[in-house]
């Protein structure tokens, strides 16, 4: 009973923790649409997501062994929350922005993040499959009421929108340092500094476009 207790919580844990990525994405992507397509953009995004993580906890260990897939993943993942935080700062996003267009990013940044999220919840499971969908399972009110939240509170107050950016870099800074051959070769510590240098990287250049993109407009920028 006592091993049942500590998987439960350790599940519910790393879905919490790991799956909070996830809703930022999503909110990010899909903000700037209308009420209603904004509620299409995040199931179907939540489906992707919950489709890659059962994808990528099957063939966990396999994935291990790809050298540099996770620091791809890390440079993917950065230009991914530049992006997003640079749009912010254009007035014809919410025209421009698509449903289909929210999707594909929040699909391909959810590729990313759901490398780490698989990883650990197939590691606790221990190959049990029914521990495996229990995680699967969980991720997904968490992503979809999480991201509907983070969007409502980034509408009202945009400066949020860099903390969600500074959540991804962050992210993509633990994914490069944490590939098997960083890790032998830099080891455990270097998993902080990488996270603080991608959010440096990504909030200070993203700063600097939306400052020279509202000087051109003649606008102030969030």
Not at 181 to 192: H, K, M, N, R, Y
Not at 193 to 198: E, H, K, R, S, V
């Amino acid at each position: 009973m006592g091993e049942v207790l500590v998987t439960v919580a350790s599940i519910v844990l790393i879905d919490v923790i790991l799956g909070g990525d996830n809703a930022v994405v999503i909110a990010m992507a899909s903000r700037s649409l209308p009420p209603g397509d904004r509620q299409k953009a995040v199931y179907w995004g939540t489906a992707g997501a919950v489709g890659l993580r059962f994808v990528f906890a099957s063939i966990a260990t396999l994935l291990l062994r790809v050298p540099y897939l996770m620091i791809a993943g890390a440079l993917l993942l950065l230009w991914i929350a530049f992006k997003l935080l640079v749009e912010e700062s254009r007035q014809d996003v919410a025209a421009a922005l698509s449903v289909s267009a929210a999707v594909r990013t929040i699909i391909v940044a959810d590729a990313v993040m759901s490398l780490d999220n698989a990883l650990a919840v197939a590691g606790v499971a221990k190959g049990h499959l029914g521990w495996l969908a229990f995680g699967i399972a969980l991720s997904v009110p968490i992503i979809i009421f999480g991201s509907q939240f983070i969007a409502a509170v980034m509408n009202r107050f945009p400066v949020i929108v860099y903390v969600g950016a500074g959540i991804l870099a962050w992210t993509a800074g633990h994914l490069f340092a944490e590939d098997p051959l960083i890790l032998a070769t830099l080891g455990e510590g270097a998993t902080a500094p990488a996270g603080l240098i991608c959010v440096a990287a990504v909030l200070g250049v993203g700063y600097i476009v939306q400052r020279r993109r509202a000087s051109q407009n003649g606008i102030t920028p969030h």
